[in-house]
């Protein structure tokens, strides 16, 4: 079948066209099946199926969320409650999502984060990457990488999250890149080590990847959200995909992006939730650094699936411009995951569109906290919003 997608009032294309965005107008978009067929003047649509009237919106590529820890048990509403209070609070952190983890069954952890994928898609976003992270054990690493495989295709192993309550580091490391990496590696497309202070350090980050990429993953660090450290320099010397946080950054670290196609993963709603000073997207940028945002999707310390929300926080505290922020939320989140079918609207691109109830993509950032996600098409298949709470073991996301 095919879809004609026309009365648009912007359509972004981070292609060809004006500006960054390469944004074009009077134009129309036909689908077919699950890639873009066609792009092209209004006036010389080919026929097709069924047409989608866009209302005079903007149309753009379905939100990238490259950044996302989805499979987990429970909530850590008490410990944000306590931090926004200014209170100490001693519940565990990510210990306590490791407990409810494993005591929850698969059924549970399943539907939790398929609710959470459906929540993300009615917020235009079409692919989304998910971590495991909350199992710390064989077993439940795998089980979980096993549910997000079910989910997305964008699965990543972070065994190295933090060490459990109870182990030695040494041993935990030599675990992680034993025998638990053999038995997630078969479910993850990416290996990722939290290399930051109370986390691993340079030595242990150094290894697990390396074991990782040895077993042919791909690499991703979380490196520099609570302290200047190794973890970007480090994610750049072993050309990792994308180093995720990147708060506190020295001006070597800055220069050893600038000049790689490591992917500085910029995560706002961390920042906000936990009180913390923003990433400088502003002087990344204006280095020449290849930037991304997505959600950090977690129940501690991000607790949103909306990309929207973080592209607003993005302009508004950390000096992006709306088109900067739009181009990190879809090209650069499709760059962190080495993908050329996504994040971009040109012919032969998946199919995956959002439609905007605003004509343009700066009201994402102007009018923040406003639904204005019209409609979403993933794969080529349209889903209309508001809509029935959808079934959230099918259609996901990729």
């Known amino acids: 079948m095919s879809i004609l997608i026309d009365n648009i009032g912007e359509l972004v294309t981070n292609d060809e066209g004006a500006g960054l965005l390469g944004l074009r107008r009077d134009v129309a978009v036909v689908v077919e099946g699950d890639r873009i067929a066609w792009i092209g003047p209004s006036a010389q649509a080919p026929a097709s199926d069924q047409r989608i009237d866009a209302g005079g919106g903007a149309v753009l590529p379905g939100f990238v969320d490259s950044h996302a820890h989805l499979v987990f048990a429970g909530d850590r509403a008490a410990e944000f409650g306590a931090r926004m209070a200014g209170e100490p609070y001693t519940g565990g952190g990510i210990r306590t999502t490791v407990a409810a983890t494993r005591a929850a069954s698969d059924d549970d952890l399943r539907r939790n984060a398929g609710r959470l994928v459906a929540e993300a898609r009615r917020q235009g976003t079409t692919t989304i990457e998910i971590k495991s992270g909350y199992g710390l054990n064989v077993e439940d690493e795998a089980r979980s990488l096993r549910i997000a495989r079910e989910l997305s295709d964008e699965t990543t192993f972070l065994g190295a999250h933090v060490v459990p309550a109870g182990s030695d580091p040494g041993e935990y490391v030599d675990l992680v890149r034993g025998s638990m990496l053999a038995a997630c590696a078969p479910y993850a497309k990416w290996v990722d080590v939290f290399c930051d202070r109370g986390a691993f350090d340079e030595e242990q980050t150094r290894a697990i990847l390396t074991a990782g990429k040895q077993r042919g993953l791909g690499l991703r660090v979380h490196a520099n959200q609570l302290t200047e450290g190794p973890g ?167």
């Not at 411009?321 to 989140?333: D, I, L």
Request: with cysteine; glycine share 8%; aromatic share 4%.
């Open 232 to 398: 970007v320099r480090l994610a750049v010397e072993l050309g990792a995909a994308s180093a995720d946080h990147c708060t506190h950054l020295s001006s070597a670290d800055v220069d050893a992006l600038a000049g790689s196609a490591t992917v500085a993963t910029l995560l706002p709603g961390a920042e906000f939730s936990t009180r913390s000073p923003y990433p400088d997207a502003r002087r990344l940028i204006d280095t020449g650094v290849t930037v991304a945002l997505a959600t950090d999707c977690n129940p501690g310390s991000s607790y949103t699936s909306s990309m929207p929300f973080c592209i607003a926080l993005a302009v508004r505290d950390m000096r992006m411009t709306p088109a900067e922020a739009v181009h990190a939320a879809t090209a650069g989140g499709a760059k962190t995951l080495r993908r050329d079918d996504i994040g971009r609207l040109r012919p032969g691109a998946r199919a995956d569109l959002t439609v905007l109830d605003a004509p343009s993509h700066l009201h994402l950032a102007y009018r923040p906290g406003v639904p204005l996600i019209r409609q979403v098409l993933h794969n080529g298949i349209p889903s209309n919003y508001p809509a029935a709470a959808p079934d959230t073991t099918k259609g996901l996301l990729s």
